[in-house]
């Protein structure tokens, strides 16, 4: 039996085949995708799924079937389905599909198919998730306009507001406002401006900003340590109202972890941040790194749903020595 995952995310996307009969697993790597809202995001995001899967096939050799698939995509909807099923099936017959957001897989690697806690992705957008028996419960996942509180994108635009309020005298000394302006090659936020609104500056330059804003804050920057502070708030806070929500749904639920995911909670201070704000909720909360990444959550959700067991040291041995 043959189980594919792929993970399409912000940054890059992870492809995963395992081998249930002849105990195999591969990985392989492709692009970042885009939202599927747009002709264009469409076309990159068809790009990195089929870059990825041809990537994996050419090391399976003569696979040309595989049993399912589990296909974890960011910003997917119900009527990008049939689009996702014809980009895979011009280079892998699948028998039987499933299509989803990322936050199920991120949730079942993370828990080791346990779903035993609330996921945090803090990555180029957040969301608190988590799914049980009878339904599901979410905070955040609005996108860059509407929310991503906390995001590496958030944080990014803090630093651009920072560095307009110090440069017109209205905020705070930063060293963010000449970090920005130096990082984009402009002399006046100005020409940052028109060029967000042209769309020339990309969500994903932003979100590039929160390296400047960390460098910053370790250096001793009080600007940038209170964005991330609030970074870490905002991102702990939506870990507490899938908390609230899933209790409230059901007093027996014993949800006791915080699973924390995303390039943003590689940062210290706003994990401890995350964590007090948690904390000042339920202490008892217990804050925890994921087992595994997305795209074996992937793996482990075909399996569950075609009820097949998976040996996880076939999986760990295929993981050591893969930028998974």
């Known amino acids: 039996m043959l189980l594919l995952g792929i993970d399409g995310g912000q940054t890059s996307t992870k492809a995963c085949l395992y081998d249930h009969e002849n105990s195999t697993c591969l990985f ?3 692009p970042s995708i885009d939202h599927m809202l747009t002709f264009n995001g469409q076309v990159k995001t068809k790009q990195a799924i089929q870059q990825s899967l041809q990537a994996l096939l ?6 040309r079937k595989v049993d399912m698939a589990f296909i974890s995509i960011s910003g997917v909807h119900k009527e990008h389905e049939y689009l996702i099923k014809s980009w895979v099936a011009e280079c892998v017959q699948v028998d039987a599909f499933m299509i ?8 079942s690697g993370a828990s080791n198919g346990k779903n035993d806690g609330v996921l945090i992705i803090g990555g180029g957008g957040s969301i608190g998730y988590y799914f049980g028996d009878r339904r599901e419960f979410v905070a955040g996942g609005y996108g860059h306009i509407l929310g991503d509180e906390g995001s590496a994108y958030w944080i990014g635009l803090q ?10 005298a209205r905020g705070q000394r930063t060293v963010l406002r000449r970090q920005v302006l130096d990082y984009f090659g402009e002399e006046s936020f100005w020409g940052i401006k028109k060029r967000i609104h042209a769309d020339i500056i990309q969500r994903s330059d932003i979100a590039q900003l929160s390296l400047l804003v960390e460098q910053a804050a370790n250096a001793g920057d009080e600007v940038a340590q209170t964005i991330l502070q609030q970074a870490g708030e905002e991102l702990g806070g939506l870990a507490i109202s899938v908390l609230r929500q899933a209790r409230e749904d059901d007093s027996t639920l014993k949800l006791e972890t915080v699973y924390t995911t995303g390039g943003v909670l590689h940062s210290e201070r706003v994990v401890t941040s995350m964590i007090e704000t948690i904390h000042r909720y339920d202490a008892s909360v217990s804050i925890s ?11 482990i959700l075909c399996a569950q749903a075609l009820q097949v067991s998976l040996d996880m040291t076939i999986v760990n041995n295929a993981i050591q020595g893969e930028e998974v």
């Open 28 to 30: 392989a790597s492709g």
């Open 159 to 168: 630093s651009i507001k920072a560095g307009i309020r110090d440069s017109e």
């Open 289 to 299: 790194k994921p087992q595994y990444p997305p795209v074996v959550g992937a793996i």
């Open 58 to 63: 050419e090391q399976a050799k003569l696979i």
């Open 100 to 107: 989803e957001g990322d936050v199920k897989a991120n949730l």
